[in-house]
């Protein structure tokens, strides 16, 4: 299997630098060692100009028998002849995807101390891969790569050059050409070779779910033909296809993150000012994040998780009271806790403070133990991004597994957008809002979900509360029932 990665560059930024962003000198050629073979890395060429990486793997197949790996699609034993005659040595395949993830990892995870500034920026990029197994044809080769940003080129491989008449094999020479950032292209990939090959040289578990969402961070989720990789790349299991999917549509979800939605309030409580000369109101973002507060403050929590936390504007806000001694923010987006720990700059805070805060990884429609113990748990403007019929599995992990004392949930109220001068008759307020619920509405759900976990719940108006249709937003505050008195004895104490 033969893979070649080109860049080109000039004297100030010259194309040599590929070296230090694969962690591969230009001028060595390196063997690693791997469970089915031998990996080469090596440099056909490498000046300012012009640099190419190549990776050689060279496959055992006697190794990959004995370690029963010798199987064919679906699992079903080869003629014994075909277990060691057979095209894995030479077609891109899951092995060489493997390799490529374990030869150059740092590469992989966009790390790069030496060049951290070219590790961030697209590069004008040139891969190609002789042999590639493509169910598919050159048609699927495109669809895969075309919407990633490639130029792509992939000619069908005759089964015979001599025998034209034979038609094509199922190889395409593909060339891809772009402006990508190195650890994208490798991403893309490391997902995409063995899709295309449609088969992987090893049992696919749970894991691999965890290992397609890493590599398909920020590309996946809106991928047209994301069915169909997601599909292949675990193999066609069906209930590892569709918990990836599921947390896809959560990914893409909360990637429409609190940045919009924030600029979307502050635009619409722009238009309640009646004139220039008046103040400025306070943004129903900020408005919806002092309320939540104030009820933590009133419940006694100190200990407080933020589901669905986005970008971290809730979770700066309590890290700044020092009322909160933990705080734990959760989101299903990679790139929304990124950019959460760049606003919060957790590498430069102190023991003390950093021990006050953590940001993890996970999705609302799954229990997960680590949300268990908790004082207090808020939804801020996060169920109206979700399909309706998934709300039950969140009631579950939140209400049902987790169970904190004391649970906020604020959503908007439908019946205010009549007030909003700039938002049509009849839309929502982000478009990516599954629905608006109406006080009615909201209330119906809240009495539901307090009533089947063991919860009491009342109402709080966010922002101006109109007399006709209510407020902007509406908040249900639950408590659990048999914690409701020692709630009630916090707050005459603290009155």
Same mark, same amino acid.
């Given at each position: ?84 005659? =057979? ?62 940003? +490639? ?10 050059? =001599?025998?034209?008449? +034979? ?6 020479? %593909? ?37 397609? %969402? ?33 947390? %896809? ?163 908007? =109220? ?5 007030? +909003? ?75």
């Amino acid at each position: 299997m033969f893979l070649t990665i080109s860049t080109t560059g000039t004297p100030e930024r010259p194309a040599t630098d590929l070296g230090f962003l694969l962690h591969k000198h230009p001028e060595s050629a390196q063997a690693f060692s791997t469970s089915y073979g031998t990996a080469h890395v090596f440099y056909p060429e490498a000046s300012v100009e012009r640099c190419t990486a190549a990776l050689l793997l060279e496959v055992d197949q006697v190794a990959l028998v004995r370690r029963g790996k010798g199987k064919g699609r679906g699992g079903a034993p080869d003629a014994a002849l075909a277990q060691y005659v =057979n095209d894995r040595p030479y077609a891109a395949s899951s092995l060489l995807a493997v390799a490529v993830s374990s030869v150059f990892s740092s590469a992989l995870r966009g790390v790069c101390k030496a060049r951290p500034e070219r590790a961030r920026e697209a590069l004008p990029l040139r891969v190609e891969v002789p042999a590639l197994p493509a169910r598919g044809g050159p048609d699927l080769v495109r669809k895969l790569f075309e919407p990633l940003g +490639w130029a792509v080129e992939a000619e069908a491989v005759p089964l015979d050059e =001599n025998f034209p008449e +034979w038609g094509a094999s199922r190889y395409v020479r %593909l060339v891809l050409v772009g402006e990508v950032r190195l650890a994208e292209a490798l991403r893309h990939l490391y997902v995409l070779l063995p899709v295309l090959d449609d088969a992987k040289h090893y049992w696919v578990s749970a894991d691999e779910v965890d290992k397609l %969402l890493r590599a398909g961070e920020g590309w996946l989720a809106e991928h047209p033909e994301q069915k169909l990789i997601t599909s292949r790349y675990l193999s066609r299991r069906w209930s590892l296809t569709r918990q990836a999917m599921e947390r %896809l549509e959560l990914v893409r979800l909360a990637d429409a993150d609190d940045t919009v939605v924030e600029a979307i309030d502050n635009a619409v409580d722009a238009d309640d000012e009646q004139s220039d000369t008046e103040e400025r109101p306070v943004a129903l973002a900020v408005l919806r994040r002092e309320a939540i507060i104030a009820e933590l403050h009133a419940a006694g929590a100190t200990r407080v998780l933020d589901l669905g936390c986005g970008q971290g504007q809730l979770v700066q806000a309590l890290f700044k009271d020092v009322r909160f001694s933990e705080i734990v923010g959760v989101d299903v987006s990679v790139r929304a806790l990124t950019l959460a720990a760049r606003r919060l700059k957790l590498d430069r805070l102190g023991e003390r403070q950093a021990a006050r805060l953590q940001l993890f990884q996970g999705s609302l429609a799954y229990t997960d133990k680590r949300l268990k113990g908790y004082d207090a748990a808020v939804l801020s403007e996060v169920i109206e991004h979700l399909d309706l019929p998934r709300l039950p599995a969140l009631e579950y992990a939140v209400f049902g597994s987790a169970r904190p004392r004391t649970v906020l949930v604020t959503t908007p =109220n439908v019946e205010y957008n009549v007030r +909003w001068e700039s938002l049509p008759a009849g839309h929502v307020r982000h478009g990516d809002h599954r629905f608006e619920w109406t006080r009615a509405e909201f209330r119906d759900w809240a009495e539901r979900v307090a009533g089947r976990h063991g919860y009491r719940v009342r109402y709080v108006p966010v922002g101006p509360d109109d007399p006709e249709v209510g407020p902007p937003t509406q908040m249900a505050v639950f408590s659990l029932a048999d914690d409701h008195s020692t709630t009630t004895k916090k707050k005459e104490a603290a009155a």
